[in-house]
């Protein structure tokens, strides 16, 4: 693991906390927003392994898509989770009126914490093929 992929990881982690805590304070539009931020932090981990460093979120998940999702390098849920989770994203911040459910935001908490457990066992073992 290099430096850059390791800052990733440990701001995703924060990310996630911070997404639990505020599930548990029932503020779900955070929880979410936060869970959205640790899953591009860790598509971006990914992308640091073979040296790309897209900067917007659109460019994360298009070349996170390219290299991991459509190619079968991880678990292509993963790439859907992300997708998902940016479309939450954009669209609670495009719709004031719009509010997110503890489902929706306890869905997306889960499925951060299991793309960050998938990423750093493919970020340790520098694996071209994890899943």
Request: proline share 2%.
């Amino acid at each position: 693991m290099n430096d850059r992929s390791d800052q990733l990881i440990s701001g995703a982690d924060q990310a996630i906390a911070a997404a639990q805590r505020e599930l548990g304070l029932h503020d779900f539009e955070v929880a979410a927003e936060r869970a959205c931020v640790a899953m591009l932090r860790l598509a971006k981990a990914c992308l640091d392994i073979d040296g790309l460093s897209p900067g917007p979120t659109q460019a994360v998940c298009t070349e996170y898509g390219r290299q991991f999702g459509r190619s079968g390098r991880m678990y292509s849920a993963y790439f859907r989770w992300l997708l998902d989770a940016v479309d939450l994203r954009k669209a609670v911040h495009s719709d004031l009126t719009r509010s997110i459910d503890y489902d929706a935001s306890a869905t997306l908490v889960e499925r951060a914490e299991i793309f960050r457990d998938a990423v750093v066992r493919f970020v340790e073992r520098g694996d071209k093929w994890a899943k």
